[in-house]
T-cell receptor, first 110, second 113 residues
Framework: TQLLEQSPQFLSIQEGENLTVYCNSS?????LQWYRQEPGEGPVLLVT?????EVKKLKRLTFQFGDARKDSSLHITAAQPGDTGLYLC??????????FGAGTRLTVKP | SQTIHQWPATLVQPVGSPLSLECTVE??????LYWYRQAAGRGLQLLFY??????ISSEVPQNLSASRPQDRQFILSSKKLLLSDSGFYLC????????????FGPGTRLLVL
């Protein structure tokens, strides 16, 4: 059974600070997705990474996929209140299984 | 462009009552469809997925059932709700054969009292 863990579970920071959240698995991912979910809404896809060591940037967000494809990180530079939300990672495995992490709930205070 | 709808947005039901949640997708054909439940502070738990009309796969044994009467319609049902059925229910779709890159609906908040 593949396990997918996200850390930290909660994160509260001031506007302008930088932060990093993590997603780790006990198994190798074939691909990994990051989503952001706002309260009362469905998750929205931010990025998909598929290659070990891959780095993708989306404005102030930087996504990194580990060389061994078992972990990923999301770094936000100069966080803004609009970044507040639940950040979910979802990993796909070679057996066509897909798992979501429990998420990191981020609060950015103005 | 593709859109996905869910209704109702919020539902309060007594224990033992039936349930029917509906999900429809527009702008695509033959999508894979998924039902998830999200409990407070927890990740998404896949309940059912469907690769075509009348084809339903269940991920976990439970009090719920799903049906796909039309290509772009996915229904989540229960004959008798339990307190533990409370949660946030999300429908999602993907391109046929591609399980990654899921597009989610707005969700239905279900409270069973």
């Amino acid at each position: 059974t593949q396990l997918l863990e996200q850390s930290p579970q909660f994160l509260s920071i001031q506007e302008g600070e930088n932060l990093t959240v993590y997603c780790n698995s006990s198994s190798v991912f074939s691909s990994l997705q990051w989503y952001r979910q706002e309260p009362g809404e469905g998750p929205v896809l931010l990025v998909t990474v598929v290659t070990g060591g891959e780095v993708k940037k989306l404005k102030r967000l930087t996504f990194q996929f580990g060389d061994a494809r078992k972990d990923s990180s999301l770094h936000i530079t100069a966080a803004q209140p609009g970044d507040t939300g639940l950040y979910l990672c979802a990993g796909s495995y070679n057996n066509n299984d897909m798992r979501f992490g429990a998420g990191t709930r981020l609060t950015v205070k103005p | 462009s593709q859109t996905i709808h869910q209704w109702p947005a919020t539902l309060v039901q007594p224990v033992g009552s039936p349930l029917s949640l509906e999900c429809t997708v527009e702008g695509t054909s033959n999508p894979n469809l998924y039902w998830y439940r999200q409990a407070a502070g927890r990740g998404l738990q896949l309940l059912f997925y469907s690769v075509g009309i009348g084809q339903i796969s269940s991920e976990v044994p439970q009090n719920l059932s799903a049906s796909r009467p039309q290509d772009r319609q996915f229904i989540l049902s229960s004959k008798k709700l339990l307190l533990s059925d409370s949660g946030f229910y999300l429908c999602a779709w993907t391109i046929a054969g591609v399980r990654e890159t899921q597009y989610f609906g707005p969700g239905t908040r279900l409270l069973v009292l």
